[in-house]
């Protein structure tokens, strides 16, 4: 019975994941899904993402959170495309959540949708929003053992950011062990280091970007793949 | 439909919960539900209280994970009574699987058991484990805004662990801030600063635990109160 109704509503998510997928698609809009546990930074590099490429195409972000506006505060700095979305006790956005937010986004001005999932490293792993592609970060003060503990997330995700990198000399952490088990799991996986605090790693992730939306205004994704 | 399957689910385990409870202090084990994100130091702290702890009294440990055994690994370093549930996809613990690592546990050589939840901020909050306390743990790399994001472990807590203390200099986070937002969602709540680094805090952590299974021997639980 349980996982019945489990299934069901995994189907309803996946109908409307599809229907968002089609209408980003339809309207030029590349999308990203970011995961990551709460606090690994994925707020602080987006403002650096945004702070670099809104210069060249038009960026929105839907942000998820239990409660409080404070991500979206931040982003607004930076974009007027920001919707907030708070789920209360859930754990992970849903496709439903994302198709309110698109509603509420122009989307004729967006070359580019980053969707900043809710700080968990489990649930968001398993709903599809209708994103492009899936990015999952981690980072150095959250040990060099979470790929390992949290391989669905490597196994789902398109590409690894390793965050907080400048912290590097101040943790116990070996980028080594890391990699290993990154590629014990997905041995074709990239594994980005980044830093929000110091910029570590921007071009190659805006390059990155660019591939998924050319700031052409054309508003075509190109080698854009359906990830779930 | 899925409300009501998923209550008959949190009733099972709220009745699992209790038998867990009535057992526990029936065989006259004090017991700790510790809560917080993948990587807030969850493990390293268990090691540090271990290793001043089993001294004194005889301490267990229950450990979530959804993959790997690394962490009862390196909790057996300090205690032979330690058992690994592996989650699978499971985003926390609930009182079943805490059942099953009862039943694998020489109870009666326990005066204290640590539940280290799965690494995760949101789920572990609404399921009863048949604990005495819970504790939440946030660390200052996560930054000051996890409170106020994630209030409803605040809610839950008993007592909060800062960890990551001696990191300070090296982030930014107020801790101003972060106590004021703890304060505006549970007035009542104790912060303890931590550092499983340094040993900052170990003290006041190890009287508090004292005060829920006192090292007499005797088995008897003091001032325990439900929780859920």
Known sequence: MKIQVVENVQKVNDEVAAENRAELRARGVASVNLMGSPGCGKTAWLERTLEVLTAEMGVGVITGDLT??????RIEDFTPHVVQINTGRGCHLEAHQVRQG??????????????????????PVSWDLGQDRKVGMFSVTEGDD????????????????????DLLPHVRFSRERF???????????????VS?????????WIDWLRTLAPATGTGQVVGAKTTD
Chains 1, 2 share one sequence.
């Open 146 to 165: 979470k790929p390992a503990k949290h391989p669905y997330v490597v196994l789902a995700a398109d590409l690894i950011l390793l965050n907080k990198i």
């Open 196 to 204: 929000a605090t110091e910029g570590t790693g921007m071009d190659t």
């Open 102 to 123: 698109l509603q509420r986004l122009d989307l004729d001005a967006l070359d580019l949708l980053v969707i900043e999932n809710v700080g968990n490293l489990i649930c």
């Open 68 to 73: 409080t506006t404070r991500d979206a505060e």
């Open 179 to 193: 990699q290993e088990d990154v590629r014990a799991i997905r041995g074709d996986m990239d594994v980005l280091d």
